[in-house]
């Protein structure tokens, strides 16, 4: 008798997917390759809001438990009708589908090149991305054949105002910049709180994290100049000073993602749109170097390519570099009588927890 393959028979099976689980620079994502719906032509931003809008159940199938958790964020690779790329992807996190992201672009970017979908062309190997927010070049160090660091030059970063007042429930009045690098930043310096950006601080930063972002959308409304479909804030970024040296600039910082947790790569939109907030501030010129470090100590390098304009607003187009690693090779399957087909969640690991939480 033929030993068992321990898979279930295809008739028990509704769906199933080919996707891959990473990590970059400690950030926990997904990438899926295969298994999703066909979505219209469009634009990778038309693809994600008519994803958002039919397929949502898709976002709650990867990030809910059982089968993801509030943590992590998850890619799914769609077509492009854009000839300068070589594939689109839609972004999805817990509670969001953000227009970019750094830590999942590199993911993204990573997967193609150690699966072959996108060949490796020499020591270093370039393509583009189309991510909701836009065309996005890569450049990978693939020397010997192995895949290193993922450097993407993103879209136009911007301040949308620095040292503006905001007034908090129990604490009174603090200092914030607000900077667009793919999101949009509340950014706040750790030490208005006492913060020294451990990772043992990380419930307390995300819980104030949280109270910090609702309280800045409400008091400084925003609207990017060029979209309005993008939402204000929706990140808070907790940072330390920047210290100097003869390697560059170097600071701390830790975002806080909806519904309450920190980022565990230094995020790239966020290193984007400090890196602009800082160059309003006269901080930081166009080509110097600018270490960016998580709450576990992990990097992503950034710099200031050129600047640019926004609508009304002064602008910096910045390059940011980091790797990422496969942890799995996944076949995710959702059974015909499974009674969670999008998840669930229990609000013990679900700060804010949302009233469709359950059987949804």
């Known amino acids: 008798m033929p030993q068992s393959s321990g898979l279930l028979p295809i008739t028990q099976i509704n769906a199933r997917f080919t996707a891959y689980d990473c990590h970059c620079e400690g950030d926990v994502e997904k990438v899926v390759i295969s298994g999703l719906p066909e979505l219209p032509e469009g634009t990778a931003f038309e693809?994600?809001?008519?994803?958002?809008?039919?397929?949502?159940?898709?976002?709650?199938?990867?990030?809910?438990e059982p089968r993801g958790s509030m943590i992590q964020s998850v890619n799914f690779i769609v077509p492009t009708e854009n000839p300068a790329a070589v594939a689109a992807y839609i972004i999805a996190e817990a509670e969001e589908y953000p227009e970019m992201s750094g830590g999942n672009t590199i993911s993204v970017a990573t997967t193609l090149l150690k699966t072959g979908i996108v060949p490796i062309t020499g020591p270093i190997t370039r393509f583009k991305l189309e991510a909701p927010a836009g065309l996005i070049e890569i450049e990978c160090d693939t020397s010997g054949g192995k895949v290193g660091s993922v450097r993407f030059t993103n879209q136009p970063a911007f301040a949308y105002c620095t040292g503006r007042t905001i007034h908090l429930s129990n604490f009174g009045d603090l200092i914030v910049d607000v900077g667009y690098g793919g999101m949009t930043y509340a950014i706040v310096d750790a030490r208005q709180f006492g913060f020294?950006?451990?990772?043992?601080?990380?419930?307390?930063?995300?819980d104030l994290g949280q109270e910090i972002k609702a309280a800045a959308a409400a008091q400084i409304p925003v609207s990017h100049p060029l979209n309005a479909e993008l939402?204000?804030?929706?990140?808070?970024?907790?940072?330390?000073?920047?210290?100097?040296?003869?390697?560059g600039a170097e600071s701390k910082?830790?975002?806080?993602?909806?519904?309450?947790?920190?980022?565990?790569?230094?995020?790239?939109?966020?290193?984007?749109?400090?890196?602009?907030?800082?160059?309003?501030?006269?901080?930081?010129?166009?080509?110097?170097?600018?270490?960016?470090?998580?709450?576990?100590?992990?990097?992503?390098?950034?710099?200031?390519?050129?600047?640019?304009?926004?609508?009304?607003?002064?602008?910096?187009?910045?390059?940011i570099s980091g790797r990422a690693w496969i942890t799995a090779e996944c076949v995710y399957m959702l059974e015909d009588d499974d009674p969670y087909p999008t998840g669930y969640t229990i609000s013990d690991t679900w700060p804010e927890m949302n009233q469709d939480a359950g059987r949804t």
């Open 47 to 64: 693809k994600m809001k008519f994803f958002r809008d039919h397929h949502d159940g898709l976002r709650r199938f990867f990030l809910r």
């Open 196 to 206: 020294e950006l451990r990772a043992s601080e990380g419930r307390r930063l995300s």
């Open 231 to 247: 939402p204000g804030i929706t990140q808070v970024m907790f940072v330390d000073p920047v210290t100097r040296s003869s390697h």
């Open 253 to 319: 910082n830790a975002v806080i993602v909806s519904p309450g947790r920190v980022d565990r790569c230094p995020c790239g939109t966020g290193t984007s749109a400090r890196l602009a907030v800082m160059h309003a501030k006269g901080e930081i010129g166009v080509g110097q170097a600018f270490a960016h470090r998580s709450l576990i100590d992990s990097v992503f390098m950034g710099e200031i390519l050129s600047t640019t304009t926004v609508g009304p607003y002064s602008a910096i187009v910045s390059a």
